[in-house]
């Protein structure tokens, strides 16, 4: 089964960077999508970036769009996220998940799940 482990997740002021790291393990295609996803206390998970590493096309929500940057790193089987002009709104637990295709939006849910890296942005 594939395994995912996230970090990087830390406390952090308003204003500053972090960069998380999925690293990803087990048997896995080229044709797939990683995704990073973030649910806060009391709401709903949603999606905040994707990649699809067979031609490395990227999506982002558009709350991250100009701050938030995915990418991949294949000699480390690892997706970043870099995150910059953190504010509290990020305050949430991120999680990657990986989906056997190589679309970031499946009709389906995706499956495989890490189990998640805090991110605190308080002053």
């Known amino acids: 089964q594939v395994q995912l482990v996230e970090s990087g997740g830390g406390l952090v002021q308003p204003g500053e960077s972090l960069r998380l790291s999925c690293t990803v393990s087990g048997f896995t295609s080229y044709y797939s999508a990683i995704a990073w996803f973030r649910q806060a206390p009391g709401k709903e998970r949603e999606g905040v970036s994707c990649i699809t590493p067979n031609d490395g096309s990227t999506s982002y929500a558009d709350y991250v769009k100009g701050r938030f940057t995915i990418s991949r790193d294949s000699a480390k089987n690892t997706v970043k996220l870099q995150m910059k002009k953190l504010k509290p709104e990020d305050n949430a637990v991120y999680y990657c998940?990986?989906?056997?295709?190589?679309?970031?939006?499946?009709?389906?849910?995706?499956?495989?799940w890490g189990r998640g890296t805090q991110v605190s942005v308080s002053s």
């Open positions: 998940a990986f989906s056997p295709s190589a679309n970031c939006f499946p009709p389906r849910p995706f499956e495989h």
